[in-house]
């Protein structure tokens, strides 16, 4: 028995439904139209300015401040929708609308075993209770998703590369490593904004992901650790994968795939990363100076970037997902972003 994309898991930020990703978006700005040529973009990365704040610290990149259109055009969310199994608008990828984001600061690459390690260790966090995993079945070879206990995941975890990113990682989870990190070093650290997300996700970009509009799904593996022919054999999934192989079935050392022009690794694909956003319906009233979307009724927050697991509706720069606070699944970690002085 196969196994397909775990979507109970996941809730569709406007259908509360199971959010799928897209593949491509006008490379012009305010457009709604695109070819179905793939235009893969071999842009070098600037020469992003890093740094980081101590021994232990996330490797850190500038992200110089612009206006971007967030969101997907209507010719990309129409594309998704033939990419889905499940019925799906996207609408909460909409309405387009333009942002200014100021100069921040964010992680080179989503927060390492290693890194998140040292925080445990440091402050007896209880990074406990149960983790969504792919696991073996106990009546065949085959994988199956399933709630397992800490004491499994954890040890599962402990054999990873110390690269790897860390996962298994609730929202929660990640806000108090930020909460330390901010605390060591005297420094704003944080969780990135939905916002400040897409906009460094994008690259500069208004493709559907940073590496153009690849309508054959075909050029992710060089860019991203995505669901292709090795996690399709390996894992068993069902689900539409990638045409391509990029030798993992599970994550990857950090660092792994080529970078966007903002010279950030994994923006998509590896693992999920969650953002301090509350899940809203879609993009109506939503700020456009940048800032988080929070409110005092939050019960789900937003997830971005897609993972090992994801196919190609899921693996964009203007896909959205989202989890409840709590929820730690074997795919989902985090990166950090740090608020700079004027």
Known sequence: MKTGFPGWMRVGVSALATCVSL???????????????????????????????????????????DDFMMGS??????????????????????????VSVPSFALGKYEVTYEEFIAFVADTRHAW????????????????????VRTVVWRDALSRQDARSPAVC???????????????????????????????????????????GNDWSNRDACRFANANDATSMRENGFESRSFGCDDGYARAAPVGTFRTNAFGLHDMLGNAEEWVEDCLIENYKGAPTDGSAWVSDWCTLRVVRGGAWVSGPRSLRSAARLTSAPRDRLVYTGFRVAKTLSP
């Open 128 to 147: 406990a209770g149960n983790c969504i995993a792919l696991v073996k079945s106990i009546n065949s070879d085959a994988f199956v998703w399933k709630s």
């Open 169 to 211: 990682v609730s929202w929660e989870d990640a806000r108090s490593y930020v909460g330390w990190l901010s605390q060591r070093t005297g420094q704003d650290y944080r969780l990135p904004s939905e916002a400040e997300w897409e906009y460094a996700a994008r690259g500069g970009t208004q493709s559907a992901r940073y590496w």
């Open 23 to 65: 593949t491509l978006c006008p490379l012009v700005v305010g457009a709604d139209s695109a070819s179905r040529s793939s235009d893969v973009v071999e842009t070098p990365p600037l020469q992003a300015l890093t740094f980081k704040d101590c021994d232990i610290c996330p490797e850190m990149v500038v992200i110089p401040g």
């Open 73 to 98: 055009f209507d010719s990309e969310r129409h594309w998704a929708k033939t990419q889905s199994s499940t019925p799906n608008t996207f609408d909460e990828e909409a309405p387009v609308h333009r």
